[in-house]
């Protein structure tokens, strides 16, 4: 009975067969969100964990030595082979192409295995640049992805190669996390903007990157926030767990969740995220449902009622046959299946539980064991809600009075430039500044790091700013960080004078440094911002 119950869960001859065009939609868009996550890093990788970036990762793999060969352990990538900008590229290079034949169904299982690698490689040591949600998101969801993906090199929909029972069960189980898990954060934070309800009154103004989308939907009544405050909590606590009943319950959950999704993709850019969480969902829809949406000259070939139908009775034939043994080779990769998804769903499943009840004595060594490779997490999204909004912005100076800024390519900056929808892509480097911004300069070593690299003039950080008012070859005397507190505009104040946002000056945020003779970087004035906010402009 046993092995029977282990055949039926991870063996790929009794795998999922109604989720085959479920299965295809998936893994092409999974594709796109891979291509979007590697394109990303083809223009900021360098800047970010290059040999000459702001958090190299030569200096942090070096750092790792002292752990001896548990350091491949702590930090898995390939850049222990070379560390160099070479190194860094190709794999980048590498995970662009494979996400590219990916989404062309070429090859699916070993494109996954490429672009898992790749992306793993460069979140195990992107350090504060790879410490988001939706790392762990993408790479828990690519591994679990190569226990779903057919085999061969031109699958189509691979009827003949089924996704494992548990590894589809495990995509909704993150997907259903996701959401639970955000929802239980929010009331074990004590936020007291959740338990009124006016958590959304400002989050469109103060997330990590607004869209233009965002300021109208700021501006409506406050019965609108409240009440989407509400559904938020309902979703996430009751909603999602249709996705455990019946048929029509699953399909209604599905509808609903993507409509949401596709209005939080609107107002917010979070990069790859929503994305993803919108397209885990598709495992809600079974073939019966899809098939009817697929357009009539591409019908060729898809499974019908009754081959859905002979799939199952073959299923059921081969469990009434369980005493047969399995091959050597089936049966190390039916176990070696086993393995993996039990670990990731042990861990996944006591993180959830330790959240729920935090004094359950549950082992932890299963959980410590995975997390460096970020296939097992816990998920909270905006447990606090952020009561304002700051922004940091590097300027250089020839002579310590006239300054000059450093455009940003994404973030808020000028007040008349519209905010745009650009997720999605994400741009790591404005994304952590805002991080920086809700917390202290010597907290967050990004900022003094940036100062010193654009007193060298160096071009791989200069490429993460959209302009620089100094050339490389003539770097500023002086570097500063200043901090700002923004606003949306008013209605009033966008007819009358076209602008998007409304800013006050607060002080500088981190040291004003210089680089002496020697070479070395000296701080010339102490920063002069206390953490005090401004109140709103009169219009």
């Keep these: 009975m046993r092995l029977g119950l282990i055949r039926w869960m991870f063996d790929r001859e009794q795998g999922v067969g109604d989720r085959l065009i479920a299965r295809w939609l998936f893994l092409r868009a999974l594709g796109v969100i891979y291509f979007a996550a590697f394109l990303a890093l083809v223009f900021q990788a360098r800047g970010l964990i290059g040999t000459a970036g702001i958090l190299p990762a030569q200096a942090y793999l070096q750092s790792l030595h002292g752990a001896g060969v548990l350091r491949?352990?702590?930090?898995?990538?390939?850049?222990?082979?070379?560390?160099?900008?070479?190194?860094l590229m190709a794999l980048i290079w590498l995970g662009l192409a494979a996400s590219l034949?990916?989404?062309?169904?070429?090859?699916?299982?070993?494109?996954l295995l490429v672009c898992f690698v790749c992306f793993?490689?460069?979140?195990g040591v992107s350090q504060d640049f790879g410490a988001y949600q939706s790392d762990g998101m993408l790479l828990e969801a690519g591994l679990l992805s190569l226990f779903v993906a057919p085999s061969g090199l031109l699958?189509?929909?691979?009827?003949?190669?089924?996704?494992?029972?548990?590894?589809?069960f495990l995509l909704l189980w993150e997907w259903f996390r996701i959401y639970f898990e955000s929802g239980v954060v929010k009331i074990q934070s004590?936020?007291?903007?959740?338990?009124?309800?006016?958590?959304?009154?400002?989050?469109?103004?103060?997330?990590?990157?607004?869209?233009?989308?965002?300021?109208?939907?700021?501006?409506?009544?406050?019965?609108?926030?409240?009440?989407?405050?509400?559904?938020?909590?309902?979703?996430?606590?009751?909603l999602v767990w249709m996705a455990f009943l019946p048929r029509p319950f699953r399909i209604a959950c599905f509808v609903i969740v993507t409509v949401w999704q596709a209005g939080v993709i609107a107002t917010a850019n979070y990069a790859f995220l929503n994305y993803l969480v919108l397209v885990l969902a598709v495992f809600l829809l079974d073939d019966a449902l899809l098939r009817r949406w697929v357009p009539a000259r591409f019908r060729t070939g898809l499974p019908s009622a009754e081959s859905d139908a002979r799939l199952r009775d073959e299923s059921a034939t081969q469990q009434s046959h369980q005493a047969h043994p399995l091959g050597l080779r089936r049966g190390a990769a039916v176990l070696g299946t086993a393995v993996v998804l039990t670990w990731v769903g042990y861990n996944t499943t006591a993180q959830l539980i330790r959240m729920l009840l935090p004094d359950v004595p549950l082992p932890q060594a299963p959980i410590a064991a995975l997390e460096p490779f970020r296939v097992a997490n816990s998920y909270g999204l905006f447990a606090n809600m952020t009561p304002h909004r700051y922004e940091i912005e590097f300027q250089g100076s020839n002579d310590g009075t006239t300054w000059q800024s450093y455009e940003f390519r994404f973030k808020p900056q000028e007040v008349n430039a519209r905010p745009p929808i650009y997720a999605p892509y994400q741009p790591r480097f404005d994304w952590n500044l805002w991080f920086a911004s809700l917390s202290t300069w010597q907290q967050e070593p990004i900022v003094p790091l940036t100062e010193e690299r654009l007193l060298d003039g160096d071009r791989d950080v200069l490429s993460l700013f959209r302009s620089s008012p100094f050339s490389p070859r003539q770097p500023p005397r002086y570097v500063r960080a200043v901090i700002w507190?923004?606003?949306?505009?008013?209605?009033?104040?966008?007819?009358?004078t076209d602008v998007w946002w409304t800013r006050a000056l607060l002080g500088t945020y981190a040291p004003t440094i210089t680089?002496?003779?020697?070479?070395?970087?000296?701080?010339?004035?102490a920063p002069t911002w206390t953490g005090a906010v401004e109140d709103r402009p009169v219009p």
Aim: proline share 8%; net charge positive.
């Design 72 to 87: 491949f352990w702590y930090a898995p990538s390939l850049l222990w082979i070379s560390s160099g900008n070479g190194m």
């Design 101 to 111: 034949l990916l989404v062309c169904n070429v090859a699916p299982r070993s494109m």
């Design 120 to 123: 793993l490689s460069f979140v």
């Design 155 to 168: 699958p189509g929909l691979g009827a003949r190669s089924l996704p494992s029972r548990a590894a589809v």
């Design 190 to 238: 004590g936020d007291p903007t959740w338990r009124n309800l006016t958590a959304m009154y400002e989050y469109y103004q103060n997330g990590p990157l607004p869209t233009w989308v965002g300021w109208y939907l700021q501006h409506l009544p406050h019965w609108f926030h409240i009440g989407t405050a509400g559904l938020t909590l309902v979703m996430e606590f009751a």
């Design 485 to 496: 507190q923004y606003w949306f505009s008013t209605p009033v104040q966008k007819r009358l």
């Design 515 to 525: 680089k002496t003779q020697g070479g070395r970087y000296a701080a010339v004035d």
